[in-house]
Every structure is written in structure tokens, then in C-alpha cells.
């Protein structure tokens, strides 16, 4: 979970630099959501790329042209040989986070679990806290992820095996100078055995109780969050914004269309609401920022405009009506939309006149 004063931190350097955004960038809005696609809030990351751009004279980022600049940029001057890079400090800190604790080893291998499975579930052990303490990994939605796509490049699957195999004698065998124990009392130790297996088995029984309640709990909770569909009609900030990118991506490519198509449509249909109303924190956080928000609604619309004329081009009208008939209202040709359809179904056969009748009641486009 990002921390609520970063966040406001981030917005008011945002709103600080804004104005020179604005001679870099044909939309500084879409390079500002870009960059906090990468950095998610992380507010040493996020102030030095914008700096990055901002003491630059080498580019002009033009329109269509900021997922493209924004990644190139990071990897040059952040990902690559990031030993080396002006920001080594900060993630040498980090990673000096996880050597120097008790447990690396295993540090490493749950953060391995994390990076892989994407989100792992909180249990607030000591091992857990230490990598939140890091900055490495951070909460959402009630588990672990890593804190920001620049960390995943950095601290990735060779970052892992290369410190995993260095280390791998000394965080295996942290007592190999030690004394093996005296026969004496070994025979103490098998005196003693019966007590503590009884003992480690009564904490066994406790901690399986405890860790059934807390599921129980968590269930309970849930249950409640999902019984109203307000509660839980909120995507995360996060989701929003990665959504926002690839829908501005499907709009420049058509190979993407289909997905990005299948997806929106999925949240409204799971939701039952606007995909505005679904990203409302999202939006309100760019507000703050003096950023226009994102309008996702309309620019759903637009993906599956462009996918349709697609279909119209190729003169399969039936499967463009099916498509124009999921614009919502909101969209800002809607009655272009509405005089096609009249058009169609005074001039075209009796299959595409069929087709529109079957649907005029639950479409929009055919409301005329």
C-alpha cells in the first residue's frame, strides 16, 4: 500500500514541475501517468526521472511517443548496469537491507516467491516486515507485490540466483565453527526431549488456531465487502492507471484491440458500473496532481469505435453492429453512430435491417 503523505508528496512535485512538463511534451498528462506506471509513487524514483526529462535537451516527446521515450529512458539511466548508474546508492541501500539481516537466504527466496506469484498473502511475520522495511515489497489489496516495475528490472531472477549462489556456503552453514555438542549432553538434550516435543506441539496447536481465526476473519470481511456493490466497486489506483496506458496503446495499435476490448468490457460487466466510477480514486489523484483525468469510459469507446470500423472496412456489418452496440451513451459522436445505423437500415438488406431490429432495445447507437 503506497503511503497516503508520499502520495501527496509526489502530486505537489508534480504540481511543482508541471509548467515545464508542458515545453517537453505534447501531453504531459499521458508522461506523467507513464512514469508513475514505472515508479508507482516511489518518491525518489519518481522525482529523478522527471528531472531526467526535464534537464534534457535531447528529446521532444511527441505525441504517441511516451511509453516509448519513458522506457528507454529508465533502462538507460536507471536498469542498465544500475551499479553504475546515478541512483546506485539507492538501490545498493536496498539490497544492503536484505544481506545484512539475520536471514538473507531466506530473505531472498520469499522475496523469489513474491517476484514470481506476483501477490503473496500478508501474515505479518518478522521475515515479511523486514522486506517491507526495505522498500522492496509493498501491500495491496492485502498482499505482497513488489513495490514498483523499476525494482522487478533491477532486483530481478538473476539479481536472486547470482547472490543466492555468492552467499550460498555462508548463509547455509552460519554455525560451521561451532563445537559439536559433549556426549554429556547430548544425553541431557534426550532427558529433556519428551517436555519439548510436547511444548513445540502445544505451539503448533495455538498458531493453527490463531491463523484459522484470522482466515475466518478475513473471509467474514470479505464477504461483507462483497455483499455491497459500492464497497467494493473501486479498482486499484494501480490497475486504473496500467488499464489507462493500454487502452492509449490499443488506440495506436490495432494488435492490441482485441484484449484491451475484452478486459473493459469484463470490468463493466463485473461491476455493473462506469469504468470512471470503478477508477474514481484513480482520476481524483490526478486532479490533485493539476492533471486532467483520464476519461477511461470514452476512451474504451473509441478501442471499439476503431474496432469496428475494422469490421465495417471488411464489410462484416453484423459483427460491427454487435460491436457499436456496446458504446455507452457517454461517447462524443454517439449520433454519427445513430445516423450510420439509420442509414444501414434504410439502405442495406434485410440481414443488417434484422440484425439492428434484434438489438435496438439494449443498444444505444440504435436509439433513434
Known sequence: MVNEQDKEDVYNYIKSIISELDEKADRPNVVIEEVLAWTYFQKYLTKIIFEFLIESSEFFISNGK???????LIYNRLIKDWEFQEASAHFRQIQNE??????PRILLELYQKILHEEYVSINDNSLQQKLLASGMVTIEAGKLRVANRIYKQIFNQNWIDKNLHTNQQELSNPHRGDELPSQNNAIQDNDRRPSEVARVFAYLFIIILGISFISLLLFLILKSSQSSPLSNSARTINACQKFSYELDEALKKPQNRLNIIKKGLLWRQEQGISLNEQCEDFRKN?????ITPSDLENKLNQVLRQEAQTKIDANQLEEAV???????????YM?????????????RGGRIQNKINQVKSSCPAAQY
Do not use: M, P, V
Open 66 to 72: 511516451e511509453s516509448e521515450i519513458i522506457s528507454n
Open 98 to 103: 536484505i544481506f545484512n539481516s539475520k536471514q
Open 286 to 290: 490526478l486532479e490533485k496532481a493539476g
Open 322 to 332: 454487435d460491436i457499436l452496440c456496446k458504446i455507452t451513451d457517454e461517447y462524443e
Open 335 to 347: 449520433d454519427d453512430l445513430k445516423s450510420i445505423f439509420q442509414r444501414w437500415e434504410s439502405t
